[in-house]
């Protein structure tokens, strides 16, 4: 007899009420650009894509925010994954980004329902970088819903993803 396993997908958001999400990439420089115009660049330090979902809150971004000043994805003496972009006096570029709930489960063309829409986004991707501003962290940032193009040297390269419920 056939051993028979059943794959069951959920998406994130329906395995936790709430998840914001970010890809983070650990970089040597990154900048963001509208136009012809650099809106946002930083040196060594993280570059974050910021995702939200419809039922994010204050909470989430807070706990965001804390989760990125304090992962430890930089090198300590021992070449060891042990220190944070605080610790290194790193900076952070983080940019909107609603593609990050693409929904691929059907057909080829994604679907951004699990995406927030702007009056519920933007304030909590602005509440992530007040938050992180407030822990002496230089960031920059790109422009809420803009075409944007982000260019980063990743260093390693190093990156992962965090996602905070």
Do not use: W
């Not at 992962?71 to 994954?81: N, Y």
Request: contains cysteine; charged residues 25%.
């Amino acid at each position: 007899m056939a051993d028979e396993r059943r794959v069951q997908t959920v998406s994130p958001t329906s395995i936790n009420e709430s998840v914001v999400r970010a890809l983070i990439q650990r970089v040597r420089q990154a900048s963001v650009v509208v136009g012809s115009e650099t809106v946002g660049q930083v040196g060594a330090g993280l570059c974050v894509l910021l995702g939200v979902t419809h039922t994010d809150t204050s909470k989430t971004a807070h706990k965001m925010a804390d989760r990125l000043a304090k992962l430890r994805i930089f090198a300590d003496d021992s070449g060891k994954m042990n220190r944070s972009v605080a610790d290194i006096g790193g900076e952070i570029l983080l940019v909107s980004q609603f593609t990050l709930y693409a929904d691929t489960q059907s057909g080829n063309r994604p679907s951004f329902g699990d995406a927030a829409g702007r009056q519920h986004a933007e304030p909590l991707v602005d509440e992530v970088i007040t938050r992180l501003r407030a822990k002496d962290l230089t960031v920059a940032s790109g422009r809420f819903g803009e075409m944007m193009q982000v260019n980063l040297t990743n260093d390693g390269p190093v990156t992962v993803t965090v996602d905070v419920d």
